[in-house]
């Protein structure tokens, strides 16, 4: 529907509404055209509004750092700092090796 067409509807409404009140033929038509001219502009706020918003999202996506996951697997104590990576490793051994003092599980003489 164009916008005469839009007019004319409202202006036919206003003349039903307003008990088809005769001569007031200008009038009607005059309100209808501010009543469609409002409408049309609250539309077009709103489109202007909405492509404002999308614009200032997709900025907002734009400026975020972008993060990826690493598939790669990375060697045990990599991201350790140099000293910790020898504590750990020192750690790791002790654990594995027999104790000096008695058995494998590191208790010291057998039990009676």
Do not use: F
Not at 56 to 77: D, V
Not at 88 to 106: F, H, I, K, M, V
Request: one cysteine or more.
């Amino acid at each position: 529907m164009n916008t005469h067409e839009k007019i004319s509807k409202v202006a036919c409404d206003l003349y039903e509404k307003s008990g088809r009140i005769d001569g007031r033929d200008l009038e009607n038509w005059h309100e209808a055209e501010r009543i469609v001219r409002r409408h049309l502009e609250s539309i077009a706020e709103e489109k202007t509004a909405s492509q404002v918003e999308k614009k200032r999202i997709s900025e907002k996506k734009s400026k975020q750092p972008t993060t990826t996951r690493s598939t790669a697997k990375k060697p045990i104590g990599a991201s350790l700092p140099e000293s910790k990576e020898s504590d750990t490793l020192a750690t790791e051994s002790r654990r594995r090796a027999p104790s000096a003092y008695g058995n494998q599980d590191g208790k010291r003489g057998a039990r009676r």
